[in-house]
């Protein structure tokens, strides 16, 4: 990085900053804007960008929109997701930079390190979200609006630890938007089934985002922040089986709503036997297992995928 005080944070016991050599090989002047957008772990852009494509997905199965069409949206939308991801991690840091300097998972983001000013990461931020607009305007005027409608939704989030153990629950409500925007996009407006996938994805994410806090329990409770980790303690595992067992309850009526047979649905017990998985084999004690059980999420968003696609192929 461009500033010698970020170098040495990299070296810490527990830290969330993956370097990466086509990171490394960039210009040091560049690096740590690629770092403040977590383009190091792209595990948050394909949690954000599923639901999406799940929900795309799902719609064209009944609708009379080409191929071609159907392409162009998952591509705009794969492009949508690096870029709202990037933005919403910058939004989150210039919120928290003075938190994730007091947490060792986080003391080595540019912000709270100081390889980057707040101007610049503004200035990263301005550029992005006119990038995104510039996508969404592409696509119907009700996605549009649906768009538009989360970006208070992206600003005020990371403020909800201060306040109350829920923080999960604001990012399930916003991190799961492509769900409807998807559905639209394909079809004009919206239906049941996008809104039942919406709940399940809600529940989803506080179920693999719990799980994820559970690294900075002990940070969290000294600097003062609030989770559903610390909320739910030793019994977490019960709270994220529940949260669970509702995502995938939901992830069923959708299918049903969306009008999938009778195979799909019973395919969709791949999903429920990964979510069953992830329960026995995370850890509550270890760091470790919750970072792995955490991106293991990005696997399911493959197996729904598969689900789904079958759909295409006589299922």
């Known amino acids: 990085f461009c500033s010698e005080l970020f170098r040495p944070s990299l070296n810490v016991m527990h830290t969330d900053i993956r370097k990466q050599d086509w990171i490394e090989k960039l210009p040091d002047t560049v ?20 639901p999406g494509w799940w929900s795309i997905l799902l719609a064209s199965h ?4 080409s191929t071609g069409s159907i392409i162009y949206v998952l591509v705009v939308f794969f492009i949508g997701a690096v870029v709202m991801r990037g933005a919403g991690c910058i939004i989150n840091d210039l919120w928290d930079k003075n938190i994730d300097l007091k947490v060792e998972r986080t003391a080595g983001r540019p912000l709270a390190s100081g390889a980057l000013t707040s101007i610049q990461a503004i200035q990263l931020l301005v550029g992005l979200l006119f990038a995104g607009f510039t996508i969404l305007i592409t696509l119907s005027g009700t996605t549009i609006v649906l768009g538009i409608l989360t970006i208070p939704m992206i600003i005020s989030y990371p403020l909800f630890k201060r306040f109350t153990y829920w923080p999960q629950a604001a990012l399930g409500l916003t991190f799961n938007f492509g769900v409807l925007m998807g559905w639209t996009a394909i079809t004009g407006g919206l239906a049941w089934a996008p ?3 919406y709940v399940g994805c809600f529940f ?9 806090a559970h690294q900075d329990r002990e940070d969290d409770a000294i600097v003062g922040v609030k989770s559903t980790a610390l909320k739910f303690g030793d019994d977490s595992k019960k709270w994220v089986s529940g949260f669970y067992a509702a995502a995938f309850l939901f992830f069923v009526l959708a299918f049903y709503l969306a009008g999938v047979g009778f195979v799909g649905l019973l395919m969709l017990g791949a999903v429920g036997g990964h979510f069953f998985w992830q329960i026995k084999q995370w850890h ?6 919750a970072l792995k059980m955490f991106k293991s999420n990005r696997d399911l968003g493959f197996v729904m995928l598969a689900v ?8």
């Open 31 to 50: 690096q740590p804007y690629i770092y403040l957008m977590r383009l190091d772990r792209p595990i948050g852009i394909w949690l954000l960008l599923f």
């Open 62 to 65: 009944s609708s009379m929109v």
């Open 195 to 197: 809104f039942a996938m």
């Open 204 to 212: 989803w994410t506080m179920g693999y985002d719990t799980i994820y």
């Open 284 to 289: 509550l004690d270890s760091n470790s297992s």
């Open 308 to 315: 789904i696609l079958s759909g295409y192929i006589g299922f």
